[in-house]
């Protein structure tokens, strides 16, 4: 089936750092999303893309949908304990029933 | 109470029972989904439905069926559990402005 590519698949950072993860397809998407998953909690919804190119911000994260369809980034600026969880992209199919495919996700530990 | 409810949200069972996790959600949608997360894996589709009558395999069926009682109600049942069915379980909906997941079950099978 579709897949995404997601990475890094961890990451370990000081506070106060930036943060930048991304996915790859070989399919083309017509919505991206990013997720943050807490522990012992469903995926919340962080960001939605919804055309190519689009550049995308809420608070201190940006995300952008790339002018392929193909691939999306996250970046977190000035990163923060609360920002530790794991985050997932996840891209919406063109055709069908277009159902979401999710990447593997991404861990976020950060050091104080 | 939460949008999308699932329960229980834990469970240990042995190989060859039958078990049953439920959803319900107050959203109003009509299209739900289960997904089953794996360490490593992201989510993974199992079945969705874009209404009572209407019922769609994902990704991963095999070993699980579903039922959409009604709009807010949409359950997941493994037959016959087997150890490779462990694993953390989430229901989602779908509205006009994205998808909202429950708080997952996570399940054991020994």
């Known amino acids: 089936g579709q897949q995404l590519n997601q990475s890094p698949q961890s990451m370990f950072i000081q506070e106060g750092e930036d943060v930048s993860m991304n996915c790859t397809s070989s399919s083309i998407f017509n919505t991206w999303l990013w997720y943050k998953q807490d522990p012992g909690e469903g995926p919340v919804l962080l960001i939605a893309l919804y055309k190519a190119g689009e550049l995308t911000s809420n608070g201190r994260l940006t995300a952008q949908f790339g002018i392929t369809r193909k691939d999306s980034f996250l970046n977190i600026s000035a990163s923060i304990p609360s920002d530790v969880g794991i985050y997932f992209c996840?891209?919406?199919?063109?055709?069908?029933?277009?159902?979401?495919?999710f990447g593997q996700g991404t861990r976020l530990t950060i050091n104080p | 109470d939460a949008d999308v409810t699932q329960t229980p949200r834990n469970r240990i069972t042995k190989t060859g029972k039958r078990i049953m996790l439920e959803c319900s959600q107050t959203k109003g949608h009509d299209r739900m989904y289960w997904y089953r997360q794996d360490p490593g894996l992201g989510l993974r589709l199992i079945y969705y439905?874009?209404?009572?009558?209407?019922?769609n395999k994902g990704e991963i069926s095999d070993g699980y069926s579903v039922s959409r009682q009604a709009q807010a109600k949409f359950s997941l049942s493994l037959e016959s559990a087997i150890p490779n069915q462990t694993a953390l379980y989430f229901c989602?909906?779908?509205?006009?402005?994205?998808?909202?997941f429950g708080s997952g079950t996570r399940l054991t099978v020994v």
């Open positions: 989602a909906t779908r509205g006009n402005y994205g998808y909202t």
């Open positions: 439905s874009f209404d009572v009558k209407d019922i």
């Open positions: 996840a891209g919406q199919l063109i055709q069908g029933a277009q159902k979401l495919v």
